[in-house]
């Protein structure tokens, strides 16, 4: 199956410096791309909507200037967790869905990124 | 509201069977996910339904009723490994996921 690429897979950072995390797709291009956050213990809870060429679509309550997402190339999509807090302390996964949108019938996950704000 | 529902947490023993139950309510259905998540890593697909009735796969079966709202994972044959949670997820009307809590699957010897 296609395979989907974070990094990086962990990382622990003092409070208020920005952190930087790349998703790629490997053998396939991935015109959307999508930013999950998971807490402990809680379901995936969707942040935004990468879109290669285009600004990002973020869901309601996540912060635009906090998180910010660039879809560099049809490989490549990051988020950057700016100022970061403990409060945003968690499990930041993306994924990317095979097909186009409106026929989308199976996504592929990245690893995960654990992110820990001291 | 859009809403999945499924069990917290379930028990079986290595070599039976389990189901675990989805309901949903969500603005339009595009297909239903089941994923398995073990602890600390991102969920693998297990499987997709979108039409009624029972997809087969190994021994893993998933099952689709649109009309009830309602699907169910089983799984067979259990195995240690299969510890872990399994997501039920609804992809909406804006072909977004929308993903249930997770059910724990705790399997004794």
């Known amino acids: 199956g296609a395979v989907v690429s974070q990094h990086p897979s962990w990382v622990i950072c003092k409070s208020g410096t920005s952190v930087k995390i790349e998703c790629r797709s490997l053998d396939f291009q991935a015109t959307t791309m999508f930013w999950y956050r998971q807490f402990p213990k809680q379901s995936l809870m969707l942040m935004a909507t990468s879109n290669e060429g285009s600004k990002a679509t973020y869901e309601q309550g996540v912060e635009k200037d906090k998180f910010l997402i660039n879809h560099a190339s049809l490989t490549l999509s990051t988020l950057t967790v700016t100022s970061a807090h403990p409060e945003d302390s968690s499990f930041y996964i993306c994924?990317?869905?095979?097909?186009?949108?409106?026929?989308?019938?199976?996504?592929?996950f990245g690893p995960g990124t654990r992110l820990t704000v001291l | 509201g859009q809403n999945i529902d499924q069990p917290t947490e379930m028990t079986a023993t290595e070599g039976a069977i389990v189901q675990i139950n989805c309901t949903y309510q969500t603005s339009g259905f595009n297909g239903l996910f089941w994923y398995q998540q073990h602890a600390g890593e991102a969920p693998t697909f297990l499987s997709y339904?979108?039409l009624d009735g029972l997809e087969e796969k190994g021994r893993f079966s998933s099952f689709l009723s649109r009309s009830k709202g309602y699907s169910y994972l089983l799984l067979k044959e259990l195995q240690m490994k299969d510890s872990a949670s399994y997501l039920c997820a609804v992809m909406d009307s804006n072909y977004q996921l929308i993903w249930g809590a997770g059910t724990k699957l705790i399997i004794k010897p």
């Open positions: 339904n979108v």
């Open positions: 994924s990317a869905p095979i097909g186009t949108s409106g026929d989308y019938n199976e996504q592929f």
